[in-house]
């Protein structure tokens, strides 16, 4: 959740350290500070709140050095405040960390006994004293540092320099994700590639358990028994290009605007629109031959794999077992061998998914990855990865990741068909053909953009917001649940139409907006009646649908958002976007952070 940028340098690597935190920013933000070692001393700048601030304190205060480490943080222990944040000094070692060090409170005690003074509540300084007290017993720093990471348990990678060596940083890896950046007589330790491109596309990514001695000139890896080892060293595809807004007010709208181009990107991977087909995959298992499916994720992709799951019994008669990442790992499922796993990730990174991914690795199933990040660690774990080709996304609400992943499932779910013979030739034709037409239609959704703000306006009044769809809608409701409260903060919650009145309908009242999300399908009518029941108990519509339905509705609504008639396959793809649009212009309303809401991290290394 963190991010971590180290350089060794020629030059004042202070501004260099800023500008790579920009990059990590989309990792934690709730305080930032960079240390360098300056004149022989080591010296620190940090601020509460976004870089910005940070910079301004920089500004004033510029920091000289060609030796430093850098912190963006997503506060764990402690309250985000500058005391807080990193990076944490004990004498003559400065630290900064990402993940959380299990085992701290038995650590701090065992220090604090030995005389070591705490200053934060965070659980990193630890890791500075215990540093600081094997270099006090005449350890040198690398041996110290390597006693150190003995005593940790948990998850962390971190980055740590000494006063008296203004050569060395050593990083460590386990769990969140570290690499070392490769310069010209210069070295760098960074959470991602993207951090690192505006210096070197040449990297070498830790493993799990790996530290690593890094100097201007050369580096050495090490496990934690501290037997040297050897990782790739590889060309990142990462490119120092910083995203920018265009002119858009927020990244988020500029990520729901690009979301007809990027479907169709990925669209295009997996099937051939011209000749109607889903296109073969180097795949490590047969859609033929498995006999189940384990899909499992966080948060919005969860709910991806959520309406995969539909995709894949419909279409494949494939049965797919869908899991919240954080159950999955512990819930000691047992895995059949016939069977095929995939991990659905953004960023790649999130810890929960990666866990169960290795779950899985170790059940011996083939494990597949549906991620945005390539270079990612669940990407490099995977036997295959299925990317989904979204370009990086920064606003923490995740929009175009998910059409995305909606775009790579549907295509999987029409192979799988194609593999397991449930669908002809034929059908094939008019799945992909359907398909085909989600960035069309997303265009046209995008221009419904002044009646969703109208109705945004409206929405904005109220404190709780309830959505109900059925099918794939049933997930779409939730997702839209999820978006709203994410980033407007109003309390929202997403729902199967049919389960309303096994306890949701309590709470309706003229309070209580609905938001019932039902294109004119074959369960229409189902949906109408839960409409019916809603309007009888005074709580207001808001309906998402399409001309048919719209037409054949008979319920008075608050509003009635009209898509265009679209084929079903491609139903969520298309409604997902006025469900993401609401929430975005409910929270301009508002007046929230829309890009980097309270609370939340765009990457999620931590359980
Ligand atoms: O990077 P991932 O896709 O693994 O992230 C999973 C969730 O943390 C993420 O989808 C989160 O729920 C989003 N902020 C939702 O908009």
Same mark, same amino acid.
């Given at each position: 959740?963190?991010?971590?940028?180290?350089?060794?340098?020629?030059?004042?690597?202070?501004?260099?350290?800023?500008?790579?935190?920009?990059?990590?920013?989309?990792?934690? /933000?709730?305080?930032?500070?960079?240390?360098?070692?300056?004149?022989?001393?080591?010296?620190?700048?940090?601020?509460?709140?976004?870089?910005?601030?940070?910079?301004?304190?920089?500004?004033?205060?510029?920091?000289?050095?060609?030796?430093?480490?850098?912190?963006?943080?997503?506060?764990?222990?402690?309250?985000?405040?500058?005391?807080?944040?990193?990076?944490?000094?004990?004498?003559?070692?400065?630290?900064?960390?990402?993940?959380?060090?299990?085992?701290?409170?038995?650590?701090?005690?065992?220090?604090?006994?030995?005389?070591?003074?705490?200053?934060?509540?965070?659980?990193?300084?630890?890791?500075?004293?215990?540093?600081?007290?094997?270099?006090?017993?005449?350890?040198?720093?690398? =041996?110290?540092?390597?006693?150190?990471?003995?005593?940790?348990?948990?998850?962390?990678?971190?980055?740590?320099?000494?006063?008296?060596?203004?050569?060395?940083?050593?990083?460590?890896?386990?769990?969140?994700?570290?690499?070392?950046?490769?310069?010209?007589?210069?070295?760098?330790?960074?959470?991602?590639? $993207?951090?690192?491109?505006?210096?070197?596309?040449?990297?070498? /990514?830790?493993?799990?358990?790996?530290?690593?001695?890094?100097?201007?000139?050369?580096?050495?890896?090490?496990?934690?028994?501290?037997?040297?080892?050897?990782?790739?060293?590889?060309?990142?595809?990462?490119?120092?290009?910083?995203?920018?807004?265009?002119?858009?007010?927020?990244?988020?709208?500029?990520?729901?605007?690009?979301?007809?181009?990027?479907?169709?990107?990925?669209?295009?991977?997996?099937?051939?629109?011209?000749?109607?087909?889903?296109?073969?995959?180097?795949?490590?298992?047969?859609?033929?031959?498995?006999?189940?499916?384990?899909?499992?994720?966080?948060?919005?992709?969860?709910?991806?794999?959520?309406?995969?799951?539909?995709?894949?019994?419909?279409?494949?008669?494939?049965?797919?077992? $869908?899991?919240?990442?954080?159950?999955?790992?512990?819930?000691?499922?047992?895995?059949?061998?016939?069977?095929?796993?995939?991990?659905?990730?953004?960023?790649?990174?999130?810890?929960?998914?990666?866990?169960?991914?290795? /779950?899985?690795?170790?059940?011996?199933?083939?494990?597949? =990855?549906?991620?945005?990040?390539?270079?990612?660690?669940?990407?490099?774990?995977?036997?295959?990865?299925?990317?989904?080709?979204?370009?990086?996304?920064?606003?923490?609400?995740?929009?175009?990741?998910?059409?995305?992943?909606?775009?790579?499932?549907?295509?999987?779910?029409?192979? =799988?068909?194609?593999?397991?013979?449930?669908?002809?030739?034929?059908?094939?034709?008019?799945?992909?053909?359907?398909?085909?037409?989600?960035?069309?239609?997303?265009?046209?959704?995008?221009?419904?953009?002044?009646?969703?703000?109208?109705?945004?306006?409206?929405?904005?009044?109220?404190?709780?917001?309830?959505?109900?769809?059925?099918?794939?809608?049933?997930?779409?409701?939730?997702?839209?649940?999820?978006?709203?409260?994410?980033?407007?903060?109003?309390?929202?919650?997403?729902?199967?139409?049919?389960?309303?009145?096994?306890?949701?309908?309590?709470?309706?009242?003229?309070?209580?907006?609905?938001?019932?999300?039902?294109?004119?399908?074959?369960?229409?009518?189902?949906?109408?009646?839960?409409?019916?029941?809603?309007?009888?108990?005074?709580?207001?519509?808001?309906?998402?649908?399409?001309?048919?339905?719209?037409?054949?509705?008979?319920?008075?609504?608050?509003?009635? $958002?009209?898509?265009?008639?679209?084929?079903?396959?491609?139903?969520?793809?298309?409604?997902?976007?006025?469900?993401?649009?609401?929430?975005?212009?409910?929270?301009?309303?508002?007046?929230?952070?829309?890009?980097?809401?309270?609370?939340?991290?765009?990457?999620?290394?931590?359980?």
């Amino acid at each position: 959740m963190c991010g971590i940028v180290a350089i060794v340098g020629q030059t004042a690597v202070a501004p260099l350290i800023v500008d790579a935190l920009k990059r990590l920013e989309y990792r934690g /933000y709730d305080s930032a500070g960079v240390a360098t070692i300056e004149r022989g001393k080591l010296a620190r700048r940090r601020a509460e709140g976004k870089l910005v601030n940070l910079e301004k304190r920089l500004n004033a205060e510029p920091l000289d050095g060609n030796i430093g480490i850098g912190h963006t943080r997503w506060a764990t222990h402690g309250v985000p405040n500058e005391t807080n944040a990193h990076p944490h000094f004990s004498n003559d070692v400065a630290v900064v960390h990402n993940g959380i060090i299990e085992n701290f409170a038995e650590l701090r005690t065992e220090l604090t006994a030995d005389g070591y003074e705490f200053t934060s509540q965070t659980d990193t300084e630890v890791v500075a004293h215990l540093v600081s007290r094997e270099l006090k017993r005449g350890a040198d720093p690398v =041996a110290a540092a390597h006693a150190a990471l003995k005593r940790l348990e948990g998850a962390f990678a971190l980055a740590i320099m000494f006063r008296g060596d203004e050569n060395l940083i050593v990083g460590a890896r386990n769990g969140p994700p570290l690499a070392v950046g490769h310069g010209e007589g210069e070295m760098f330790l960074g959470s991602d590639a $993207i951090a690192l491109a505006p210096f070197t596309n040449s990297i070498t /990514y830790l493993e799990d358990g790996d530290w690593a001695v890094v100097r201007r000139d050369s580096f050495n890896i090490f496990d934690i028994e501290g037997n040297s080892v050897e990782r790739k060293r590889q060309q990142s595809l990462s490119t120092s290009f910083m995203v920018d807004k265009g002119n858009r007010r927020h990244f988020m709208e500029k990520e729901i605007h690009e979301q007809p181009e990027v479907i169709s990107h990925t669209l295009a991977n997996y099937v051939d629109f011209t000749a109607g087909t889903s296109k073969p995959l180097d795949l490590p298992f047969d859609f033929a031959k498995i006999d189940r499916l384990a899909l499992s994720a966080c948060g919005t992709a969860y709910l991806s794999g959520l309406i995969g799951k539909y995709w894949f019994e419909r279409i494949a008669r494939l049965p797919v077992d $869908i899991d919240i990442a954080s159950e999955f790992r512990y819930r000691e499922m047992p895995i059949s061998k016939n069977s095929a796993a995939l991990f659905i990730s953004q960023s790649g990174e999130t810890a929960d998914t990666l866990a169960s991914l290795r /779950y899985c690795r170790k059940a011996g199933v083939p494990i597949g =990855a549906i991620v945005n990040v390539r270079e990612s660690t669940i990407a490099r774990e995977s036997d295959v990865v299925l990317p989904t080709l979204a370009g990086p996304e920064i606003g923490v609400a995740s929009t175009k990741a998910f059409t995305c992943q909606l775009s790579v499932l549907a295509s999987l779910a029409v192979r =799988a068909g194609v593999a397991r013979g449930t669908i002809s030739t034929e059908t094939e034709r008019v799945l992909v053909r359907a398909l085909s037409e989600a960035p069309r239609y997303a265009n046209q959704v995008l221009k419904l953009d002044e009646q969703i703000e109208k109705v945004a306006r409206e929405l904005s009044h109220y404190r709780h917001v309830l959505y109900l769809g059925r099918d794939t809608n049933f997930p779409l409701a939730m997702e839209g649940a999820l978006k709203l409260k994410e980033i407007s903060y109003i309390h929202a919650e997403g729902y199967a139409a049919g389960e309303l009145k096994h306890g949701p309908i309590a709470l309706i009242d003229e309070n209580m907006p609905v938001i019932v999300i039902a294109p004119h399908d074959r369960i229409f009518e189902k949906t109408v009646s839960n409409m019916q029941e809603v309007a009888a108990r005074g709580g207001k519509i808001i309906l998402i649908t399409d001309r048919k339905g719209a037409e054949q509705a008979s319920v008075n609504t608050m509003e009635t $958002i009209v898509l265009p008639d679209v084929p079903e396959i491609i139903t969520p793809i298309v409604y997902a976007l006025p469900i993401q649009m609401l929430a975005y212009f409910t929270a301009v309303f508002m007046g929230t952070d829309v890009d980097q809401p309270r609370n939340l991290a765009k990457s999620v290394t931590v359980e």
